[in-house]
């Protein structure tokens, strides 16, 4: 069963960067479209980014600009950065496919605060 560990987040300033990771298990990694969401208190989860297999990038209108999502699938790794972070970016932060048919991994919390 694929397993993902995501990581990179933190406490960062208005204005500052972060770089989340994501590791997945298992081999059907690369043949999968896989996606950044993010769930910040009392709201629903959101899809933030997906990227397919081949590499071609979409982004929620509230991060284009700011955020970029990448992937190396021979390390079964996808990647977001985070630059011009907003306080609103506040939220636990989870990769997944888009359709999330993996079981959730424990997420990454991203504090953007003075």
């Known amino acids: 069963q694929v397993q993902l560990v995501e990581s990179g987040g933190g406490l960062v300033q208005p204005g500052g960067s972060l770089r989340l990771s994501c590791a997945a298990s298992?081999?059907?990694?690369?043949?999968?479209?896989m996606a950044w969401y993010r769930q910040a208190p009392g709201k629903q989860r959101e899809l933030v980014a997906n990227i397919t297999w081949f590499g071609s990038p979409n982004y929620a209108a509230s991060v284009k600009g700011r955020f970029t999502i990448n992937r190396d699938n021979a390390k079964n790794t996808v990647y977001l950065q985070m630059n011009s972070l907003k306080p609103e970016d506040t939220a636990v932060y989870y990769c997944n496919t888009v359709g999330s048919i993996y079981p959730w991994g424990q997420g990454t919390q991203v504090t953007v605060s003075s």
């Open positions: 298992g081999s059907s990694f690369r043949l999968n479209t």
